[in-house]
Structures are given as structure tokens and as C-alpha cells.
């Protein structure tokens, strides 16, 4: 009995994993930039970056349910590993990106320590203060990071020998698209497996998870760790395409900010942060450009809107409109 | 045959009257600056400055017509501020970049101007290294060092021999220290001891017990405006340190408009050195304020005249190439150009494209029931020392 | 060396007094509702403007824009939970933190508006200016009267918690929520005043910190991060807790700067993450919150 059980449970997860034609659409739409605004690719580049950051930070608060107000440590980390590489001479960017990945997994790995024996308003509390704290490091190590100026000298190898990064930003988007294309793949299997499936009863009622034999810190480690790890690959991406670090890649503005990206969008659906990232930095941009003042006001009610009307944000909205048989 | 006239006529006609055909009689200057966020109102002056030059001398330059896009930063952001500039050289043609508050900010786009080779004039960014990043680049704003090496010079020279300094912990802060410790180490003083504050400070009692416990013959202070110029002289006062017991010195920042109407008379006595103060006693001055008042209903700072006399600039050096947007012609234009700003008299130093002003030694006094500063003492022709200093 | 620590000791005591009125009515919603309001802030610098407003443009004298600063951002915030955070009691975390940073925003956006991005002047009374010399030390009137002000405020609290029949009824809300409903206790009625009270003394802690820390639009996030980290630390719910709580943050604060100074900043996020470590509760907190 138990082993069809067991074989449906995996085909059903197979089958979650399939591709949807919306899906395969939005990839196809993602090449549009370069046809049809190709003087916007430094901005689409930039999109691409957060939406890989705002993916990152879903498997946290998404997928297993921690709150985390500091997630931009560990974008700062991997901005300013790959930054101090190339500025230490060496500028290759795929390698660099593999290490700015490393040391913010590796930072994550070291926090998770803390993070995952706490809840509610601690673990909200501790996620900031570690940001805060690492923003007071890198602002005071200035020898080191260049403090409030930023890091200088950060020059950029041709990507794979060939593509140089230039003022039209066709580089920098087809690499960060690229980058987007890995880590949204690497999500879909992580969350289609049996460990994301975990992550997720976990979510849903931690208590009951060591009786089955979930051992649900271990779990939180592990996810709080990838997640790291992808928002150091953010953070090194935005360092090598603009070629400039400074201390605003740790700040709890990016922090928040990400936050209400992953609010509009939808936490939890894989996609949510994608389509949260695009929708919160076009917007700012176009807004800016209107009424620079008092875009905070709109983007403030914007949130509320959708907190009260639309919960689970836009893709959660669009989910209830589609009936479905399971989900 | 006549079609085929007809057509060609007509393509031709689309392409006079096309933007592109126009394109030639216009000069478009993209101004980069935080309308929004905490810089906002740096930003909003900066821009004022901007505004009034062109409502004072019209908006046509060497038969050209002068076309401003603004672009709004948010704060302290260098990827948007590259991307706003790349996009403004790229998608916009702009021919020259101008605005910058802040200096990240300013050290990012600065890739723009020498990649795209485009003139670009820097109004308020205050960091040293800044006009090194790009060859086409001017700034009519100021540098930290510029003023603070002065102005230890001059303290040491008046007598003080010992100092503490109290400044914000961040790169402003320390650049401010370090040239106004090795100014007046230089002239023969001794600095006893310095604290650095964190930049999110409320509270400085601690701070400046500790200055106090060193018992110096002045207090040198450094932290940016908003809340803290207040409450630092409340605790100053707090802890009894008074302008009668305990020369205070600080950078003009402290004794803004704003800040002196918080601290109240606790500020009477202080002394600062600055580039500009809008009771700067000169005819020009008088009138800029004026009409400065007239079109936006409050006083200019020194955001606004680094705004003002960067559009002075770019006019000046559009003038002088006929009209030429070509980077290179600019800067060699701009390069020792000298003028009377609101401020007093300027120039561009030839080989370090930065500015050269005079520094002012200012006192905080009470003038007809309002708390001013009073200018009593001055240093003419300052550079920046950092760059003077760097190997040619 | 002790007179000079005395005086920074003793300002470093009345900022965290300060501190305390701002956060002692987050940590008692908190506890109460279980709502994470991180509008607070947002609460505390309305009626820190709406001081300044009375002060500069009316002409008010200070003390009395205190009483007014606090009850009319008790009516205020009133009309906010009853539109918009009853709605969201049964949320998620998640949602409330998105809820309230939404209306921070706002608030922020719409001060500049107002306002402007300048600093609030404050004109005080001629007896609060001024310092009273005591051994050498100087002792700020103003930071005397911020110590009265929040004694006076915990006492009324917890008298008002221990001895009063709506105390009780706040208490049994907050011990057990289903059992004060069966007990015939009307739960949204002590919900919505105890907001209004919490909210009220942030209101009036934002006026009095006007003085002491100055009021911009941005005050509503910045003072956000202190006053989290007071109710965190000082355990949800507990008046004494975050009494304790700020005390110890606005000392230690205080404390550092004067003696390790290269610590700055470092001192109190390294304190909070230790003790919350330790006891994630708080220092007083009832549950693990």
C-alpha cells in the first residue's frame, strides 16, 4: 500500500515539475527587450538582478515561512567579494560570481546558526540586526571597502573571453538573463522535490514535523543557506555589470524594498518574486520620472492595496480566478 | 517618375523635419540629482539653482536651444545613477551631464562621461578623487579637504595649540578630520584626541564628555546637517562647553540656515569655515538671494549656488565652442575659466579641473534678533589639496 | 572620573526613558493582539508634528500640545485599527509587517509633503531650558522632566493593569483570548482601547522627543529599528519588560559610547542578537512570541 503511495506522491511531484505554456511564454518574452527597447537594457539588466535576489528571498519567506529583514547581507557579500576580486586584478566574471556565491552561502550557512532557533519577532529582529551589524563593518573597514565612496577600480574581464560589458548593456542583460534562466531552474526542481515539499509542511505547522521525523532546523539551515548562496550570485551579477560596489547593497532600504517586491508579486509561487521585481522597478522608474517626490506614497498605498484586496499578491490574485482541482 | 520624385521629396522632408534633423539646434543636459528620499531637499535646491540661471539668462546658448531632462536618483543609488546616465547618453543623446549630489553616485556615472566622452560638471559631490574618474569632467561645487586643511591652518595659526575632534563616522567625516588635523599639525598644533560618532547618532553627551575630559584649547566637529547639528549643541551646551570657556570649530555644515534656527542661541560663538553663505556681503550675492527668494520662496544654501554656477559653467563653455558639444572641446574650454560666483571668485584649475574659491572663516552671531555668520576672516584661491598632493 | 560619568550616564538614562514611551505602547498591542504593527513609529512622529503644528503655527506652549499630541493620535489610531488592522488579526506575520511598512510609506511621503524635508523646531517653556549644576555635574532640566514624565506614565500603567477592572479585563485578554470572550468580556472593545492608549504615549513620546532627537519625515523608520529592538528585548507584553528593556539600551548606549567609543554602533545589535539568543521571548516576554 505504502509503496504506491510513495510512487504516486513522486509522480505527482513529476508532474508539478512540467512546464506550462504560460511559463515557456514568459521566457520568449524575456528575449522581447532586445528587439523592442534596446536602449533599455541596463535597466532590464537591473530587473533581471533583482528578480534573481527576489527568488531568493521567496525560498525564505515563501516557500518556508521566516520572515528575514536582513536578506541584502547577503547581496552586499557577494557585490563586494566579486568587486575586491576584480579589483585585487582578477576579473574574470563567471568565477568571480562562483565565489561571490560562496562566501554569501557561506555566511548564510554561519547565521543560519542563530536564525533558525528563533521566530516571530526575534528571528525579524536578528535577521536586521546581522544586516545592520555587517553595514557597520563594511562602513567602518572603509580601507577595505571604500566606506560610503564605494569600491574603485572594479574593472571586468570580457564575459567568456568575448562580450565586453559597454554603455548599451546588451552584455550585461543577456548574462543576467542567463543567471535568471540557472536559478529559476534550480528553484523549480528544489521546490518540486521532497525537500521543498518539506519546507512547505513545515511552514504550515512546525510542531508537528518532528514526530514524523522532519527535522525541521536542519531543513531551515539547508534552504536559508541555497537562498543565501543565490543572493550572493544577485549581488556579485549587479557589482561585474555596473563595475561599482558601494555600501547601499547591505542597506535595510534594499532589504525592505525587496520585501515589498515579493508582497506585489506573490510569495510563494515561484514566480511571484520574478513578476514583483519587474512590476516595482518599472514602476519606479516610469514614477520617478512623473513625480519623483512622493513615489514612496504610491508604492505605500500600492502595498496596502494589495495586502487588504489581493493577498498573496498578483499571481495569488490570478490563481483564484483560474479554478483549479489541486494547488 | 513623378511618384518616384514625390517619394524621395517626401522622405527628404520627414527627415528635415524629423527630431533627428533638429537634433543639431538643440542641446540636451541631463541632470542626475535625488528629488525624492532623504536627499530630497539637496537635491531640490541643487536644482533651483539650476532653474534660476536659466530663468536669469534665458535658454539659448551659442544660437542653440538648451533642453534640460531631469532624472531622478532616489538617494544614494551609483547602479541607478550609471544606468540614468547611460540611458540619457544612450536613449536620450544628452551632450552633457550635470547634477550629482552625492558622491557614490557621482563616481559611478563618472564611467559614462569618459566612456562616452561626454563633458559632465559635478555640483555638490564633495569627495577629493571624484574629478580623477573622468577626464571630461568639471566640478563647481567643493571638496572637504579644500576647506578643512585651511581652516586647521588658520586655527593653529590664531593661537590654538590643542584640538579634539568630534566627526560622523562615515567617509565625509573622516575625510574632514584627517585634512583638518593635517593642517593644523602642520602649522604647529597638537590634536589630543578624536571620537568618531556613529552616523545614526541620537545622542552625543557621551562624545562630548570625552572631548571635554581632554580639556583642549578647541573642538573641531564634524557631522552632516539634518538632526544632528541641533542636538550636538545641546549636548555641547549640555556638558558646558560654551564658545566662552572652548573655542568651537566645525565645518560650515553645523551652521546652515537650518541647523542654527534648531540650536538656538547655544550656537552663538561658533566658528566654521565655508564656501558660501547666503549673508555673504557682495552686490552679486544681494541679488542672487533676491531673486532666488523670489522664485522659490526661501534662501539658497550651498547645493543651490553649486547648481548655479555649474549652469554658468556649461553656458560659458558652450559659448566659448560656438556651440560645440564635443567633450573634449568643453573641458578645454571650462579649464581655467574664472568668474565671480554669488559666492565670491572662482575658477576652474586648469590641470585638476576641480574648483578654486575662496574659504571663509565665519562666526555665529546675533544680528537684528536672527542667529547669522558672520564672515570675519578669509583664505582666497584654495585648490584641492588631495589632488595638489597627487603625483602628476 | 565619577562626575563626568554621572552626567553621561544620566543622559543616557533619560533617552532611554524616552525610548520606553515610545515602545511601551508597541509592546503591549503586541502582546495583546499579536499584531506587528511597525506603523508605531509612524504613530510617534504624528504626534510629534502634530506638537510642532500647535507650537509653530498656533502658537502653543509646549506643555499643553503634549495632552493634545497624545489624544488625538489615540483617536487617530483608532480609526486605523478599526478600517484597517482588524481586518488583518487573522493574517499571516507576513501581511501585517507588509500592511504596516505600506502605511510607514505613506506617512513618510505624506509629511514630506506637508512638512517638508526640514527639521521641526521646538520652543520649550523657560523652566525646562537650562541645566541645574549638581557636584559639578550638569543636569539637563529638560531630561529631568523626560524622567518624571515616563515614571509618572509606568506608574499610571501599571496601576491602571494591576488595580483597575479594565486592567484585569487587558490582562485576561492577553493570558487568553477565547476564555476572556466566554467569560463574557468584550474583547474588541479592550483591543481597540488599549491600542489607542499604546498609541497615544507613542504619540506623546514623539512630541517629547522633538527636543532631544529632532523631528524630520523620517523619524517614523528610524526610531522604528530602536524601538523594535526595546519591545524585542524586553519581552512583548510586559510593561516592566520594556521599562527594563530601554533603560538598559539607552544606558549601555550611553555607557559605550563614553568608554569604548570604537564600539559605536556595534554595541547595541550585538547586545539585542545576544540576548535574544538567550531568551527569544524577551527579557519578560509570556510566550515565544
Redesign the interface.
Known sequence: MSHTRAIDALRHLAARQRWRPVEVAFWVATLLPFVLAPAYLTLASQIAITAIFAVSLDLIVGYAGLVSLGHATFFGLGAYTAGLLAKAGWGEPLSGLLLAASVAGCFGWLTGFIVVRVRHLALIMITLGIGLLLYEVANRESWLTGGNDGLQGVVIWKLLGRFDFDLYGTTAYTYALAMLLLVVLMARRLIHSPFGLSLRAIRENERRMSPIGISSRAQLHRIYTIAAAIAGIAGGLLAQTTQFVDLSTLGFQRSADLLVMLALGGTGRLYGGVLGAIVFMIARDRLADVNPQYWYFWIGLLLVCVVLFVPNGILGGLARLKPRDTQ | MKRLIAAWLGLLAVLVVSPAGWAQQTIKIGVILP????F??TGIQLDNGIKLYMQQHGDIVAGKKIEVIR??V??????VA??LA??L???DNVDILTGFAL??NA??AA??SA??KKFMVVGNAA?S?ITTKSPYMARTSVTLPQIDEVFGDWAAKQGIKTVYTIVS????G?DAETSFVRGFTAAGGKAVGS??????N??F???V??A??ANPDAIFIFVPG???P??LG??L????ITPKTMKILGNGEIAME?AL??MGDDAIGIITAFHYDPNHDSALNKQFVADYNKAFGRNPDIFSVGGYDGMRLIYEALAKTGGNTDGQALIDAAKGMAWESPRGPIAIDKDTRDIVQTVYIRRVEKVDGKLVNVEFDKIPDVKDPVKARMPK | MIAPAVGVIFDGLAYGMLLFLLAVGLSVTLGLMNFVNLAHGAFAMFGGYVAATLMNTLGWPFLTTLPVAFLLTAVVSVAFERALYRRLYRATELDQVLLTIGLVFMSVAATAYIYGTQQQPVRLPAFLRGYTAIDGVNLSHYRLFLIVVALVVTLVLVVALERTRFGAQVRASVDNQRMARGLGINVELVFAATFALGSGLAGLGGALSIEIIGLDPNFAFTYLIYVLIVVAVGGLGSIRGSLLAAVLLGVSDAAGKYYVPTLGSFLIYLVMISLLLWRPAGLFGRRAA
Do not use: H, M, W
Open positions: 528629488f525624492s528620499g532623504q530630497a531637499d532624472k531622478d532616489g538617494g544614494i543609488a551609483p547602479e550609471k544606468r547611460q540611458e547618453v544612450v536613449r558622491t557614490p563616481l559611478a564611467d559614462v566612456q562616452a569627495t578623487i563616522d562615515y567617509g565625509p573622516i571620537v568618531r560618532v556613529p552616523v545614526a541620537p545622542d553627551s557621551a562624545f564628555q570625552r571635554k575630559d539634518g538632526a544632528q541641533a542636538a545641546k549636548a551646551a549640555g556638558r558646558g537650518d534656527k534648531n
